[in-house]
């Protein structure tokens, strides 16, 4: 019997899947709340450091751009760590997911705290390298904000670490449950210190590291407790050839990840050419479409775990089926969350107090992006968490590179600045990009190649 994305493999027939329908749920729902509600209360976060003054917000917005690249690393490294323990765990060998979760937080540990060293003596000079001739109060507030958070860096990344752990082996619901306190922990900190003890933006970024050290601590605590498979109960010596293994899966989705920041960075430099109604509208519109992804991302994220332990019990066929069947699901949330989104957008301009202009702007991109997004979205992106948790990570760092600088950052720039499209430019890169990698991406699973990589011995 051969199942599709898999040439001359046989499969299991009228055996059970690996994954029921009830574990995928427990598995996935925990994962698409915890994204839905980190973004929500990302956006309370905005507003309250908005409050602050016009030097905080943009030191925030400048200082956050650069964060989120270096969270991206991090993020790639804990992606790596749940791949290798996955597909341990799905070869029965605990042992050796063990060895890897104790690599893991090794590398992660050493690694972010490198960086934050590095940050913290080149502060100034790495703010006004990147951010150049901005206004002194917006470079003060910047030094200061980036300071605190440079910080918590090692903290975010042991938690990332963490997390990655307990979703290797399925447990999405513990992580969930921290990072939903922290975030209202770090909510909390911001009125006390922001509008209790008066201390700006100083205020919100220690609110934001004492979160994360609360997030670090106490998922490392859990970890430690016994009765999980894998579990943080002795110290690992450094392995070179796991510690490889992980950077070889992790860097690749680092660079992809980076590569995408990057690309971000420099469709707001068009963007902000484009005059006060544009930069509102295109703002607003981010934060909409970001939203419509949100729960998608999340199946992708435990789409990792699924293939990992699959692919590590050398059941391909399997893997293939959990990718078309989570793909499936993604779709379904990518439909009605565009349609919800678009449901909101009047009431969300209106309430935002958006100008008339900006608002309409926006309620016209929501409307494309309602049309477009399900159509070719989630095969632009679900599929290739589960082909690279299967190893294929070279060919998507690749793909998604080359199509998100020669479509969405290439033709936005030359469509808004030798044909005069405005901010609707944007959004014809971004579905050239996101339709191109549907193509690209959809052939790469049918064609098997993806499930041809070892990524444990």
Request: aromatic share 10%; hydrophobic share 50%; glycine share 10%.
């Amino acid at each position: 019997m051969k199942v599709s994305g898999l040439k001359g493999q046989k499969g299991a027939g009228t055996q059970a899947h690996i994954f029921s329908n009830r574990a995928l749920a427990a598995l996935l729902l925990p994962l698409v709340i915890e994204q839905f509600l980190n973004s929500m209360m990302g956006t309370a976060d905005t507003i309250m450091v908005s409050n602050v003054g016009s030097a905080a917000i943009s030191a925030a917005s400048l200082v956050d751009s650069l964060n989120i690249l270096v969270i991206q690393v991090f993020s790639a490294l804990a992606a790596g760590g749940t791949i290798i323990c996955s597909q341990y765990l799905g070869s029965r060998n605990e042992k050796e997911a063990n060895r890897a979760a104790g690599q893991l937080l090794f590398v992660v540990g050493v690694i972010s705290t490198s960086i934050m060293a590095l940050c913290l003596i080149l502060n100034g000079p790495l703010l006004r390298l990147i951010f150049g001739a901005v206004e002194e109060s917006v470079m003060e507030a910047s030094k200061t904000y980036f300071f605190y958070t440079a910080l918590s860096f090692p903290f975010i990344a042991l938690f990332g670490g963490a997390s990655s752990i307990f979703r290797a082996q399925g447990n999405t619901k513990c992580p969930m449950i921290i990072s939903v306190i922290s975030n209202g922990l770090n909510i909390i900190g911001n009125g006390v210190l922001i509008w209790g003890f008066h201390m700006g933006i100083a205020g919100a970024a220690i609110a934001t590291l004492l979160s994360r050290i609360f997030c670090a601590v106490v998922i490392l605590y859990f970890l430690h407790k016994p009765g999980h498979v894998i579990g943080m109960y002795h110290f690992e010596r450094p392995d070179g050839k796991l510690i490889y293994r992980i950077m070889s899966i992790g860097l690749p989705t680092g660079v992809e990840s980076g590569m995408f920041q990057f690309g971000k960075l420099a469709i707001q430099s068009t963007v902000s050419t484009l005059g006060t109604v544009a930069i509102a509208a295109q703002a607003m519109t981010n934060i909409l479409e970001n939203l419509s992804g949100i729960g998608a991302i999340g199946i992708g994220i435990g789409l990792m775990t699924v293939v990992g332990q699959c692919m590590g019990a050398g059941q391909k066929e399997e893997a293939a089926y959990y990718i078309k069947k989570l793909t499936g699901f993604g779709e379904i949330v990518v439909l009605l969350s565009c349609l919800l989104v678009f449901a909101m957008v009047r009431p969300v301009t209106y309430f935002g107090g958006m100008e008339a202009e900006s608002a309409g702007l926006c309620i016209y991109m929501t409307g494309w992006i309602t049309v477009v997004k399900p159509l070719v979205w989630t095969l632009s992106f679900v599929p290739a968490y589960g082909m690279r948790a299967a190893g294929d990570v070279r060919f998507s760092m690749v793909t998604s590179t080359i199509t998100m600088w020669l479509f969405r950052v290439t033709l936005c720039v030359i469509l808004c600045r030798f044909f005069g499209f405005g901010p609707m430019a944007v959004w014809i890169g971004m579905f050239t990009d996101w339709t191109v990698r549907a193509i690209v991406f959809t052939w790469r699973f049918f064609s098997g190649k993806w499930a041809e990589f070892h990524v444990i011995p």
